[in-house]
């Protein structure tokens, strides 16, 4: 009768433990309250983050075509902010090429944070977040590519000197390393993340002139937007395979960022679109020109581009944003406490069927 009770309990323990655990994360998540927007809007999906170069300001675009876009913040720190990036807390991460300085801005507005301005930095332009949240900045002043802690300090040079002349854009591929737009070589590099590695030229010469934004689409292959050719281009990873242009010319003049949204389409910065500055919606499929998304308006020189591929939450009682990645850490959390109640389930019922005479 006292192994049946011990029996009963254990495998009673296991699911009354899951329950109570899902119950908790379920009142967690239901406590969890989307970013806000200096607009009062909450976070979305899809949302486009623009850096102006001359507003000078960083704005958000809905990606519905023909809503203006919404001041995140512009004036002083900023003087001519170019590079955006999103981390995992959803804050936005600005390379000023004008201070010079890397900075972090809340998407509710107010006055962003420096995360580290000054030497070594003299035009760092291009930024990018790698798997484990450090910063990864392009400075064609210093001819280099930075790590950048987020948490401050001195960044880290990765690698400056020949082969870069002029590193711009910056994006992680995903295996880690770093590909690289050199504006002046021209070419598309790949960079190891270890320093000191000199960086492999993937492709350089014609039909690039003047390489800018990279992004990386979901089979691997860089999206390149071209300055000078006023085009977008898809750049094989494979070293000397030439690049396709998606489409050239007009309506683009002079596109500079690029960020590839959860559909698959490339979403292109052009600071002077025919005259207009304007944000641009690229189907990935050659030949198709491009949807204007949004154009004159607050816009002067839209130059960077990054998108919300998750939506950003506060924990309960504020703090920083959680995102993504903070949900599943929560949920593996759950799943490795519920493992272990099954375990020590399993454990007791085998405990007590090893007592049981055998019949």
Do not use: C
């Given at each position: 009768?006292?192994n049946?009770?011990k ?16 119950l908790?994360?379920?009142?967690t ?12 809007s ?20 809905s990606?519905s ?21 999103i981390?995992?807390?959803?804050n936005?991460i ?6 010079p300085?890397?900075?972090?801005q ?9 995360i ?12 990018a977040?790698d798997?484990s ?22 960044p ?11 590193p ?19 070419a ?8 000191g ?7 350089s010469g ?10 990386i689409?979901a089979?691997?292959?860089i999206?390149?937007t071209?300055?000078a ?5 898809r750049q ?6 030439a ?7 007009t ?16 979403i ?11 944000v ?11 949807t ?14 990054a998108?919300?591929?998750f ?15 903070m949900?599943?850490?929560?949920i593996?959390?759950?799943?490795t406490?519920s ?9 007791r019922?085998?405990s007590?069927?090893a007592q049981?005479?055998?019949?």
């Amino acid at each position: 009768m006292s192994n049946m009770t011990k029996k009963t309990k254990a495998g009673r323990l296991f699911p009354a433990a899951v329950v109570v655990l899902i119950l908790l994360a379920a009142t967690t998540v239901n406590m969890l309250t989307p970013l806000i927007h200096a607009d009062g809007s909450p976070v979305s999906l899809g949302d486009i983050i623009v850096a102006d170069a001359n507003a000078p300001a960083v704005f958000r675009q809905s990606p519905s075509v023909g809503v203006a876009p919404t001041v995140i913040f512009s004036g002083t720190p900023y003087v001519d902010p170019w590079g955006v990036a999103i981390d995992a807390s959803g804050n936005i991460i600005v390379a000023d090429r004008g201070v010079p300085a890397v900075f972090r801005q809340s998407p509710s507005g107010g006055a962003p944070t420096v995360i580290f301005s000054g030497t070594p930095y003299v035009h760092p332009i291009g930024v990018a977040i790698d798997a484990s949240g450090n910063i990864i900045v392009a400075d064609y002043g210093a001819h280099a590519v930075f790590r950048q802690s987020p948490s401050g300090g001195a960044p880290t040079v990765i690698f400056s000197g020949t082969p870069y002349v002029d590193p711009y854009g910056v994006a992680i591929d995903a295996s880690g390393n770093i590909i690289v737009a050199d504006a002046l070589v021209p070419a598309v590099f790949r960079q190891s993340p270890s320093v000191g590695v000199a960086p492999t030229a993937i492709f350089s010469g014609t039909p690039y002139v003047d390489p800018y934004g990279v992004a990386i689409d979901a089979s691997g292959n860089i999206i390149v937007t071209d300055y000078a050719a006023d085009a977008v281009f898809r750049q094989s990873p494979s070293v000397g395979v030439a690049p396709t242009a998606i489409f050239s010319g007009t309506p683009y003049k002079s596109p500079y960022g690029v960020a590839i949204d959860a559909s698959g389409n490339i979403i292109v910065a052009v600071g002077n679109a025919l005259g207009v500055p304007a944000v641009f919606r690229q189907s990935p499929s050659v030949g198709v020109a491009p949807t204007t998304i949004f154009s004159g308006g607050l816009y002067v020189e839209p130059v960077g581009v990054a998108i919300y591929e998750f939506v950003p939450v506060v924990p309960p009682g504020g703090g920083p944003g959680l995102g993504a990645g903070m949900l599943i850490v929560l949920i593996m959390l759950i799943v490795t406490l519920s493992g272990v109640g099954a375990a020590a389930a399993l454990s007791r019922r085998l405990s007590v069927g090893a007592q049981r005479p055998i019949r």
